[in-house]
């Protein structure tokens, strides 16, 4: 199938710069060319983008693709448009389903474990923070902002690691029945909870929608920003170098008019929390949640200032509504 | 190897010795059977209906009075034990919803959203005291109208619905300390649509945390059972609650699918159906409300070979004969272990020769009335279906009364997963047997559902109760007892039994904005 057409690039050949390249060797006379006395441009490696389900680098079975194009950044003033993979019908139910299949181990660790491997995410992505930085900038995203960006998308993680074992000490309750019973009632996670990460910020908002589900045991099939998908991809970069199980977090770029609707059809995604710009599309959602009773949560996009609160982008009220609340009752008694 | 004895139509003598060994045993098992004779013939205890007084024709409680519906119809209601006509009843239409929710509106921007919470919780309080005073009146009605026993009516549903009252209003004032120091307010008006098998309770359950935390209210009752939630309006009335912070509009389906699509509704309850619940939900998509929703289950009830089966029996009793099956919550599906499969059976089939069905003022009867025709209708065809898919059906061996509408306490063995009587919410006296050799195999097959409400688990081992509690996908679980209820216990389903919960501190935040 054809993809999309986007404007491709225009370049003014002023010779000095050569299409494909990035301009001059970053190693300066070392990496010259050995045959030549000037310095020559390198041509650069290009990445082919993958979507990340089930702990590996996939493209869509259905062979589609959309177009980005990047901005400029750093040593690269005109970043190729990259061919990135817009997921059909099939890659959700793939997805959903290599979801499924770890939902049980996820949610049967402990919840220090969980705490453990968020954390790590922590260092992982502290670790690679620059290179996070730079993404955002060749996705769009403002320099002064970028930096903000992944500092909160980090410290994020942060309090999402300390949250798992905390979950249960804020919700659960023991309840003071009358009668000769002991009863109470715990949060358990719901299963597949399938997530469009909003369009804008790219990075911490796929990391303020997916954390929140995935500390208490939930796992997740989500949408990148399909304005930066690229930097998504980085951030599963990150994922498959942390300690995260394949499948926990899967995360599929393409179209939300495409993946929402089909998120919101199946019946084994248990809830949805989608951040989408089109009012309509939100109600065609929530509509077609109704067939399986799903948990579905949609929400308008926000401003930068409301992802970077801390009282705002990130609390327990984030978790809450992927929560299922279980009551045991047993009789006391000789 | 070959043995000459064991050919397919000379049976061996091992097999003969074994079979005869069988035999003896099924032998003394039937001459264990207990004998009851009249043991259980009681004779009758009616509670008297004299003192109650009901209207002839009940009209629409809105903004605090009494007001004809503007469609200008009423309804019957009707004893289901005696098909008698109680009362009539207001059908009220969408203009008559109309008048309610703005009524509603008014009192919660003029009283109720701007009361202090302490000041609230006492009129919550009166209207739980008023319900503890008028207990006995409440049970007669709510027997008469719904068919179920008096002794249910007057040990679980009034007391019940009183204890939820109680419960939310000592919320109204501590709200700022429910959820963490989270700043909370109230939501406005609540559509709230309830359904006829626990008419009061299920009143209770939706009025008294919505105006506990500030709410008002617009409650559409069942068209089966009206009357007790009309008596709780009269107690309202009586308790001065501001005009429209609560009211009762009385109709049937149209009705209510008039309260969910009235655009100034702040919040829907629906407990009912979940094919109901479907389409309020998909109404409700874009709309920005609210809502949360009680459907259907098809609980499993499982009993481990290790469980004290005497107790067991009482409760699967209890989990599926209880209100005549017409609980949400009924073990409708039992799995036993297979080593107990045939003593448990042989132990439930006498406790059923025990049961009392007819009469539900009665205070002997155990099994009343089912609630209407149409529902004794869709029982007897789910029963048709069971037999016609090969399940193996027992009846408990009872008279069933001459007028009214009646179905004995029923079981199925032989049933498999497949059967619709293991998969459709029956709502009746009905439960379906099944078997498991495993502790993953019961929880494989009591997930085997799209519903999630209830389960229960019997077993004398404790950590098998949390092993198994912990893996079944259902939001209330009932270890070594089944069908407790508690204003302080917070119950709702999984899957599509529903969402959110109701009693408990959890219950209350299906009634605010937690920030």
Not at chain 2, 5 to 11: H, L
């Amino acid at each position: 199938m054809a993809g999309e057409k986007t404007k491709t690039a225009t370049r003014e050949d002023d010779g000095t710069t050569l299409p494909g390249t990035a301009g001059l060797p970053r190693g300066g006379p070392i990496a010259r060319h050995a045959d030549s006395e000037a310095p020559v441009p390198r041509v650069t490696v290009n990445k082919a983008y993958k979507m990340y389900v089930g702990g590996a680098f996939v493209r869509s079975e259905s062979g589609r693709y959309f177009q980005v194009r990047g901005s400029a950044v750093g040593h690269d003033p005109d970043p190729p448009t990259v061919n990135v993979p817009r997921a059909s019908r099939k890659d959700v139910r793939d997805a959903v389903l290599v979801a499924h299949n770890a939902k049980v181990g996820w949610a049967a660790r402990t919840p220090f474990n969980r705490g453990q491997i968020l954390y790590r995410l922590a260092e992982v992505l502290e670790s690679r923070s620059s290179e996070l930085e730079a993404s955002l900038v060749r996705g769009g995203t403002d320099g002064d902002e970028a930096a903000a960006e992944v500092d909160a998308a980090i410290d994020r993680a942060v309090f999402y690691a300390g949250m798992a074992d905390k979950v249960s000490a804020l919700v659960a309750t023991h309840n003071p029945v009358s009668g000769p019973h002991f009863g109470f009632s715990i949060p358990e996670p719901m299963g597949v909870i399938g997530v469009i990460a909003p369009e804008k910020p790219t990075l911490l908002g796929l990391l303020s929608t997916v954390l929140p589900v995935v500390t208490t045991g939930n796992t997740a099939v989500a949408l990148a920003s399909e304005l930066d998908p690229r930097t998504a991809i980085l951030f599963c970069e990150c994922l498959a170098t942390s300690d995260f199980p394949g499948g926990v977090i899967n995360v599929l770029t393409g179209h939300p008019f495409e993946v929402a609707p089909i998120m919101a059809k199946h019946r084994e995604v248990t809830g949805i929390d989608a951040w989408l710009s089109d009012a309509e599309l939100r109600t065609q959602v929530e509509r077609l949640s109704a067939d399986s009773v799903k948990r579905t949560k949609t929400h308008a996009p926000r401003d930068l200032e409301f992802w970077l609160g801390e009282r705002q982008g990130q609390g327990i009220g984030w978790v809450e509504p992927f929560l299922e609340t279980k009551t045991v009752w047993h009789p006391v008694g000789l | 190897m070959t043995d000459p004895d064991r050919t397919a139509d000379r049976p061996s003598a091992d097999l003969v010795k074994r079979e005869t060994a069988v035999e003896k045993a099924r032998q003394k098992t039937a001459a264990l059977a207990l004998e009851f004779g009249k043991a259980w013939e009681y004779a009758p205890a009616p509670e008297t209906p004299d003192h109650i007084k009901l209207e002839e024709r009940y009209q629409l409680f809105i903004g605090g009075k009494w007001m004809p519906p503007k469609s200008g119809k009423y309804f019957d209601t009707v004893s289901p034990s005696t098909e008698q006509t109680l009362a009539q009843v207001a059908e009220g239409n969408a203009e008559d919803v109309d008048r309610a929710v703005k009524a509603a509106r008014h009192a919660y921007d003029k009283y109720w959203g701007k009361m202090r919470g302490a000041e609230r919780a006492k009129y919550v309080f009166r209207i739980a005291r008023a319900l503890q005073e008028k207990a006995r009146e409440l049970a007669i009605v709510e027997t008469m109208d719904g068919g179920k026993p008096i002794k249910e009516s007057r040990d679980v549903d009034i007391p019940l619905a009183s204890a939820h009252f109680f419960y939310n209003a000592g919320w109204a004032d501590k709200l700022d300390y429910a959820f963490h120091g989270r700043k909370v307010r109230p939501l406005g008006v609540a559509g709230q649509v309830i359904p006829w098998n626990f008419p009061l309770l299920m009143a209770a359950w939706k009025i008294a945390p919505a105006i506990a935390c500030g709410n008002t209210v617009v409650l559409k009752p069942a068209e089966t059972t009206p009357l007790t939630a009309l008596l709780l309006a009269q107690i309202i009335e009586e308790a001065e609650l501001p005009p429209g912070v609560v009211n009762i509009v009385t109709g049937a389906g149209e009705t209510g699918a008039a309260l969910v699509a009235h655009p100034d509704v702040n919040k829907v309850a629906f407990t009912g159906s979940t094919d109901v619940g479907k389409k309020i939900q998909r109404a409700l998509a874009g709309s920005g409300k609210r809502l949360t929703l009680e459907l259907g289950g098809k609980a499993a009830n499982i009993v481990f070979a290790d469980a004290p089966l005497d107790q067991a029996v009482e409760g699967i009793v209890g989990g599926i004969y209880f209100n005549q099956g017409h609980v949400c919550c009924a073990g409708s599906r039992l799995l036993v272990e297979e080593s107990v499969h045939d003593i448990l059976v042989r132990k439930l089939k006498d406790r059923m020769a025990t049961l009392r069905l007819g009469d539900p003022l009665d205070k002997n009867t155990d099994v009343g009335a089912i609630n209407s025709r149409a529902q004794l209708e869709r029982i007897k065809e789910l029963v048709l279906s069971g037999e016609r898919e090969g399940a193996e059906r027992f009846s408990a061996p009872c008279e069933l009364p001459g007028k009214g509408f009646w179905f004995p306490p029923t079981f199925f063995t032989n049933a498999s997963q497949s059967c619709r009587i293991a998969r459709e919410e029956i709502f009746g006296p009905v439960l379906t047997i099944m078997t498991f050799r495993t502790p993953d195999e019961a929880i494989e097959k009591a997930n085997n559902t799209m519903y999630g409400l209830s389960a229960g688990i019997w077993t004398d081992k404790g950590s098998k109760i949390f092993h198994v509690a912990t893996r079944l996908q259902a939001g209330v679980i009932w270890a070594n007892t089944y069908n407790k209820f508690d204003p302080s216990s917070p119950f709702g389903g999984y899957k599509e039994s529903g969402f959110g919960r109701e009693g408990g501190r959890q219950g209350l935040a299906a009634y605010l904005e937690v920030q």
